[in-house]
């Protein structure tokens, strides 16, 4: 069972493991396979449900929503993240010519309103914006938030893939603190680890979101030399361990950072996510997790 903690000092408590709802678009169930698989995840633990406003084209939500609908008292029973701030180009919005980021008060709001409409739910636990956005203005985005939560519309903020001087510029304008920094983490790509993001959250007491975990497949079948030396080093610690598959090593891996980040699972199936589960029962040793991190940088620690 998965276990559910505090994520930040005067933060909510989530589920150790998020289940990722961007592709949802791509998993083919209808409203009530989408309600099975939702209650399936929560009976495992996994209670935190991460969104976005543009996942599938702007559809994850809706499709999120109509499952909800057929049962709205689960909606007790989970925490809704979800991101705004990225203006894609759509035939939903003809006018757009380039994709861009919008993190004006006016965008933050009607982004809120659309997710809670697309949602089926009265309000949201935690709102991220998505992509740092070099057009800013730091005080304006506090006014979004401080409407917001005066509202009862959205209960916490945080931020996703924010180096840490973005997130200390937001957090200045805002008197609460920001929860999270949803990033990517997996053995292909972790410069978060070396470029000061996780160690501010530690420093916070802040847990991060993981997206990526799994590198987007590409552990799995890349054909590159660093995508070979990681796959083979994890296969031997998944021997070592008896873990059942590289994903649950993958996993573990992730959870052995200090900042203990939440991994965010992307399968629509839900065996794909019990062994998720059961990789929390996988510790990996130090001289395991730097295995893999010296097969994905192609040399030894310095």
Known sequence: MVAKVEIAPQGPQFSELVQGYWRTAEWGMSPQERLTFLKQHIELGITTVDHADIYGDYSCERLFGEALALE??????????????IKLCSAAFPERKINHY????????????NSLSRLNVDHIDVLLIHR????????????????????????????????????????????APLV??????????FEVCHDGTLDQLQMKRIKPMAWSC?????????????????????????????????DQVI???????????????????????????????????REQWFRVW???KGHGVP
């Not at 799995?220 to 008896?242: H, K, M, N, W």
């Not at 959870?255 to 062994?275: F, T």
Request: a negative charge; proline letters at 5%.
């Open 132 to 175: 740092p956005d070099v057009l800013m203005d730091a005080d304006e985005v506090a006014e979004a938030f401080a409407e917001l939560k005066q509202q009862g519309k959205v209960s916490h903020f945080g931020v996703s893939n924010f180096t840490p001087a973005q997130f200390d510029l937001l957090q200045s304008r805002w008197d």
């Open 102 to 113: 919008d993190t004006s008060k006016a965008h933050i709001l009607a982004s809120v309103d």
């Open 180 to 189: 999270t920094n949803q990033v990517e983490i997996n053995p292909l790509n």
């Open 214 to 246: 799994l590198g987007g497949g590409a552990i799995f079948s890349g054909q590159t030399e660093q995508q070979i030396r990681v796959r083979d080093e994890l296969e031997a610690i998944r021997e070592e361990t008896g873990a059942a598959s590289i």
């Open 251 to 285: 996993f573990a891996w992730v959870r052995r950072l200090p900042s203990r980040p939440l991994p965010i699972i992307g399968s629509g199936k839900i065996e794909r996510v019990q062994a998720a589960v059961d990789a929390l029962d996988i510790e990996l040793t």
């Open 72 to 85: 709205p008292s689960v909606r007790d029973q989970i925490e809704i993240v979800t991101k705004c701030d």
């Open 294 to 296: 010296a097969a994905s």
